[in-house]
């Protein structure tokens, strides 16, 4: 690995604290602060992403110093490590101060094709802003967001990617579903990288703080780093960030929806100014499609983060990002008219989602009511998300759908249950007949639009039960099937979640702790 092509632009162009000093503290005076990670005595490399490395022309690891600087023990001139400091609303209520508590960024690559990736360290120790936490990660949570990050990638939604995972060789105390029973899980860290790890909350932080300077120099840093082609200048530049961002909001929760991913955690502070997934917890992909479906038991009862929400919460935290820029701008209308605009063009992009997945070249009043109508039954039903779209796009008509499809659901289908299907499937291929749809042009929409493998949290519970052993089969062939999500062949057929798995902790809903 050619570690020195490792930079640090951002200290070069933002003030921060350089005592060193990891105490938790509030600051308000700096953009960061320069912290050492913590020492662990026997750490030791659990994977690393071979093609992401060469991707960022780091190459792979070969001599001490790079797997050291994989463990976060590597100390060299041009690494400084540091954190930010961000705030943010978190289920809906401004929490202050945030930053990054367990994320330590190493610096910045430039990647063969010119592009900066950031580096960061998560779970390397305690940073200023852990707020008494002790900014160590355990196996469980590691794993869970280093393959998730580069299933995403492969499955075509903007995303944080993974470049190693290791052990730190200490235990750390978790209470996973916050029930009073703490128990030692072993210790890790990965690498992350992405373009940036910005989030709405850093521009919330100095709004609320009232500092227009900072909030000023941090929205100019982003427009000339990130948004480049928007070249305007003064309050019409940040007008047009706002209206980018939106957008790139919009289109990252679409393709959540598309492949039924459910983040968990849509804070302020959870959501990227490039539009990117970032910070995996009590994530999950729908296994019976459920729009009222929450990953995260932390969103028992009230379901503000559900499946069928993201979309909404988008744009209300969207309207804090808002409020945040409103001082560089002095009036709102702009503002508010980006807001405006945003459930219209979410919708556009969601219901021409929603029709790929179904083979439709085109929409019609016809086609979305069938949509809706077949939605609903998969919901009531319980139908397969992943399943259901998968054998949907094999069949070559009504009759071959009806024998498939049964196998797709969780519940055993009545009589009056399958006529009803049969009915909705008798309307489906004669409008794509109405439509002209060549069975192969719709079944190129749809494999294109629906995954045959997705990373579910039953398969996620075996493969780091079977880590924490020392074994990492599950894990390699894990990590080699998501880079080709779409892949169609006899062993690549989507299964249902087996019912010993549906009331295990883990396996449908986490906590935030997971």
């Known amino acids: 690995m050619d570690l020195t092509k490792i930079k640090a632009p951002f200290l070069e162009e933002f003030p921060v604290d350089r005592s060193g000093n990891p105490m938790q503290r509030s600051i308000t005076d700096y953009f960061g602060a320069v912290v050492p990670p913590a020492t662990f005595d026997n750490p030791h490399l659990v994977h690393f992403n071979a093609a992401l490395g060469e991707e960022l022309g780091l190459g792979t690891p070969e001599k001490k110093e790079d797997y050291a600087l994989l463990h976060a023990q590597y100390s060299a001139q041009n690494i400084s490590p540091y954190a930010t400091v961000y705030g943010g609303h978190q289920f809906g209520r401004w929490a202050g101060q945030l930053g990054d508590g367990r994320a330590l960024f190493l610096g910045e690559v430039t990647s063969p094709e010119g592009i900066g990736w950031e580096l960061q360290w ?7 802003f852990s707020r008494h936490a002790d900014g160590r990660a355990v ?34 105390v978790r209470d996973i579903l916050y029930s009073g029973n703490p128990q030692r899980e072993p210790g890790a860290l990965m690498v992350r990288a992405a373009q940036s790890f910005l989030r709405f909350g ?7 703080l009232g500092d227009l300077p900072k909030l000023q120099q941090l929205a100019d840093y982003v427009l000339r780093r990130y948004y480049p082609l928007v070249g305007l200048k003064g309050k019409e530049s940040y007008e047009a960030l706002f209206d980018q961002i939106c957008r790139r909001t919009a289109e990252l929760v679409v393709e959540w929806m598309r492949v ?25 992909f729908l296994d019976a499609y459920d729009l009222n479906f929450t990953s995260n038991t932390t969103d028992l009862p009230g379901r503000r983060y559900a499946f069928g929400q993201q979309g909404k919460i988008a744009q209300w935290n969207l309207w804090q990002l808002a409020n945040a820029l409103y001082p560089l701008l002095g009036e709102s209308k702009a503002l508010e008219s ?29 086609s979305a009511a069938l949509v809706v109508s077949i939605q609903s039954f998969m919901q009531s039903h319980e139908a397969d998300y992943t399943l259901f779209f998968y054998l949907l796009s094999e069949q070559k008509d009504e009759a071959a759908a009806m024998r498939a499809l049964p196998a797709a659901f969780y519940r055993s289908l009545s009589q009056n249950d399958l006529t009803q299907l049969q009915h ?10 109405i439509q002209q749809v060549p069975r192969e042009t719709a079944q190129k929409i749809m494999q294109e639009t629906n995954p045959s493998y997705i990373l579910r949290n039953y398969m996620l519970y075996n493969i780091i039960e079977e880590v924490e052993k020392g074994e990492m089969e599950g894990f390699r ?32 809903m986490l906590s935030c702790s997971s």
Request: neutral net charge.
């Open 122 to 128: 998560k779970g390397a120790g305690a940073t200023p």
């Open 139 to 172: 196996l469980r949570s590691t794993i869970r967001e280093y393959l998730i990050s580069e299933a995403m990638h492969h499955l075509g939604v903007p995303t944080t990617r993974s470049l190693s995972i290791s052990l730190t060789g200490e235990e750390v």
């Open 202 to 208: 850093h521009f919330e932080y100095w709004s609320a």
């Open 260 to 284: 039924g991913f459910t983040h968990g955690v849509l804070n302020t502070d959870n959501m990227s100014v490039l539009g990117l997934g970032i910070d995996y917890g009590p994530y999950a």
């Open 338 to 366: 980006a807001l405006d605009r945003f459930p219209e063009y979410f919708w556009k992009l969601h219901d021409s989602m929603v029709h790929r997945k179904f083979g439709f070249a085109e929409q019609s009043s016809d």
């Open 424 to 433: 909705l499937l008798q309307r489906y291929f004669q409008l794509r007949g």
């Open 477 to 508: 062939t894990a990590f080699e099937r998501l880079q080709n999500p779409y892949q169609r062949s006899a062993d690549s057929v989507p299964a249902l979640r087996p019912h010993k798995y549906d009331a295990l902790p883990g396996c449908t």
